[in-house]
């Protein structure tokens, strides 16, 4: 591939981090994934060839590490790697403050929204016992999400707990709570549903910490609290 051909540092991280889908194998990887399969769980619009590749570049610069095991690689990022979650985090933060947010209006996926949940969980405000969420939104295949304290996990199919509380409506719904676009009892009148034990659905939100930027607000919003002109 041709390069930019310029001296200056941005061109040259830009080229070897602005490809597509490279910034989020690395956030995947800076979250916590390391198996092929895990981080394709919450990227699952990209292929296995591509994957494959971007974790060949990455670990080629340095950014992450690839170990052998018997069961297949595990990659983790490196100290250079890991130098590079400001710029994930720059990015989180600029597209919260100047991206419309408008859920119903964009093309989402489930499974990252799931699997980002079950990193997000609060192991201490969990029941006692390990619980499955059956998640059935409009359209959209059977999802379950295990709750297991430091273990949770989104899953296909149930791992055999219990299902004493479900998901359904829709997913624009669930995604607006979850970025922070909307508070639950807006979520839930945009069409997020709960059902199941009554005491496990009013304990729901409180078992998630939401999304690391939901307490971004938008530029506008933001300028109003605060009384400054919007930038």
């Not at 995947?28 to 919450?42: D, W």
């Not at 890991?82 to 119903?104: C, K, N, S, T």
């Not at 405000?125 to 969420?133: E, G, K, T």
């Given at each position: 591939?041709?390069?930019?051909?310029?001296?200056?540092?941005?061109?040259?991280?830009?080229?070897?981090?602005?490809?597509?889908?490279?910034?989020?194998?690395?956030?995947?990887?800076?979250?916590?994934?390391?198996?092929?399969?895990?981080?394709?769980?919450?990227?699952?619009?990209?292929?296995?060839?591509?994957?494959?590749?971007?974790?060949?570049?990455?670990?080629?610069?340095?950014?992450?590490?690839?170990?052998?095991?018997?069961?297949?690689?595990?990659?983790?990022?490196?100290?250079?790697?890991?130098?590079?979650?400001?710029?994930?985090?720059?990015l989180?933060?600029?597209?919260q403050?100047?991206?419309?947010?408008?859920?119903?209006?964009?093309?989402?996926?489930?499974?990252?929204?799931?699997?980002?949940?079950?990193?997000?969980?609060?192991?201490?405000?969990l029941?006692?016992?390990?619980?499955?969420?059956?998640?059935?939104?409009?359209?959209l295949?059977?999802?379950?999400?295990?709750?297991?304290?430091?273990?949770?996990?989104?899953?296909?199919?149930?791992?055999?707990?219990?299902?004493?509380?479900?998901?359904?409506?829709?997913?624009?719904?669930?995604?607006?709570?979850?970025r922070?676009?909307?508070?639950?009892?807006?979520a839930?009148?945009?069409?997020?549903?709960?059902?199941?034990?009554?005491?496990?659905?009013?304990?729901?939100?409180?078992?998630?910490?939401r999304?690391?930027?939901?307490?971004?607000?938008?530029?506008?919003?933001?300028?109003?609290?605060?009384?400054?002109?919007?930038?």
């Amino acid at each position: 591939m041709t390069g930019y051909g310029q001296f200056c540092a941005v061109a040259r991280a830009h080229e070897v981090l602005g490809g597509r889908w490279t910034l989020l194998v690395l956030r995947e990887i800076l979250c916590g994934a390391s198996r092929f399969a895990e981080i394709r769980r919450g990227i699952p619009r990209i292929s296995k060839t591509m994957l494959a590749e971007r974790l060949a570049e990455l670990v080629a610069i340095g950014a992450i590490e690839r170990r052998d095991h018997g069961d297949g690689p595990e990659y983790r990022a490196t100290e250079a790697g890991r130098e590079a979650m400001p710029i994930v985090a720059a990015l989180a933060v600029w597209g919260q403050r100047h991206l419309p947010r408008q859920a119903a209006a964009e093309d989402l996926d489930l499974d990252p929204v799931l699997v980002d949940m079950a990193r997000r969980v609060r192991a201490a405000h969990l029941p006692a016992v390990p619980i499955v969420i059956r998640v059935e939104l409009a359209g959209l295949p059977r999802r379950f999400l295990l709750l297991k304290g430091a273990e949770s996990t989104a899953c296909l199919i149930n791992p055999g707990f219990p299902e004493p509380v479900a998901i359904r409506g829709r997913l624009d719904a669930l995604v607006a709570w979850w970025r922070g676009d909307a508070g639950f009892a807006e979520a839930r009148r945009q069409g997020l549903v709960l059902e199941g034990d009554r005491a496990l659905v009013r304990a729901f939100p409180g078992w998630f910490d939401r999304y690391a930027f939901a307490a971004i607000h938008p530029a506008a919003i933001a300028a109003a609290r605060s009384g400054e002109p919007v930038p």
